[in-house]
């Protein structure tokens, strides 16, 4: 008796790391509502480190690798990755360019693939979220539009190019070009959406959504607050990980950095720190009062 009630628990413990929801546990494990939210009140808060807008291989390898010891510190149960991970420039509906029109599509998913097959190295247990960006849609855009006749045969998903399924890691797409991920009361994803300044964005999808959200897409960092009679509404911008300075683009207004999301155990209560990457003469980010330093 008492060694199935320990592997209740444990199937409790690993549906809930695996992201699930009290209610579709109980679906799940027969396990009633208040037993599963009784021992889910026990545990530590769940830990959700979410990066975007890499743009792999325009992405700035310092940057990435500091949040990746900062990742390292944490040892998140979740990492999500919230779009535009891969640029694929050369299927880019933008006029190229002289000196991009040899830049091929091999490099950018070669380069993805092993940053993927890095991370999932470093974090063999993490549950990884991958969430298509508008960058990821370009390449289903370019296959319905120019080869629609082979978009059934093997290998011509962007998640067999990448090896998702091999990494065990959960692609989150909607289908279309904004793809999203409801966890609790927050909505992760890569809207469609971006305003000229620092938090703007946040607050024109906050009238959209009506929910608390963390956006990438803007590759900016901002929060815009709202409180709606009895609730408190907040809409994130999540930065961007990729090089500030990008030949295609003169002195854009980016930031780098990222966020980690705490949730409650027990209830959808989350609380989002985000996480800027400050530049001087180096890079520096400062976590849990430790300072890492690139
Ligand atoms: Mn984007």
């Not at 607050?225 to 854009?252: G, Q, S, T």
């Not at 890079?283 to 890492?292: C, D, N, T």
Request: proline residues 3%; glycine residues 6%; charged residues 25%.
């Amino acid at each position: 008796m008492a060694e199935s009630y320990a592997n209740k628990l444990k199937s409790i413990k690993k549906h809930f790391k695996d992201g699930l929801s009290q209610r579709q546990i109980e679906i799940e494990t027969g396990i009633p509502r208040r037993t599963i939210r009784e021992y889910l009140h026990k545990l530590p808060p769940i830990t959700n480190l979410v990066i975007n807008d890499l743009h792999i291989p325009f992405h700035d390898e310092t940057a990435c690798n500091l949040m990746l010891r900062v990742a390292s510190s944490l040892q998140p149960n979740i990492i999500t990755i919230n779009g535009d991970l891969i640029d694929m420039f050369a299927i880019s509906k933008f006029v190229k360019g002289l000196d991009m029109m040899d830049h091929g599509l091999e490099k950018d998913i070669d380069a993805t693939r092993a940053w993927l097959s890095n991370l999932r190295k470093k974090f063999p247990e993490t549950k990884i979220w991958y969430i298509y960006g508008n960058h990821e849609y370009r390449w289903d855009a370019y296959i319905e539009t120019r080869a629609a006749e082979l978009r059934k045969l093997k290998g011509m998903t962007l998640a067999e190019q990448l090896d998702l399924e091999k990494l065990n890691i959960e692609l989150i797409y909607s289908g279309m070009k904004e793809s999203s991920i409801l966890w609790g009361k927050l909505l992760i994803g890569h809207f469609n959406r971006i305003s000229k300044h620092s938090s703007y964005t946040g607050k024109l999808l906050l009238e959209d959504k009506g929910i608390s959200l963390i956006q990438s897409h803007c590759h900016r960092g901002g929060a815009h607050y709202k409180r709606v009679y009895d609730r408190a509404l907040v809409a994130y911008e999540n930065f961007c990980l990729c090089d500030l300075n990008p030949n295609y683009m003169d002195r854009p207004n980016w930031q780098q950095g990222f966020s980690v999301v705490y949730k409650d155990a027990a209830s959808d209560m989350f609380h989002v720190q985000q996480i800027p990457i400050v530049h001087s003469n180096k890079y520096r980010v400062i976590f849990e009062g430790e300072v890492f330093e690139a």
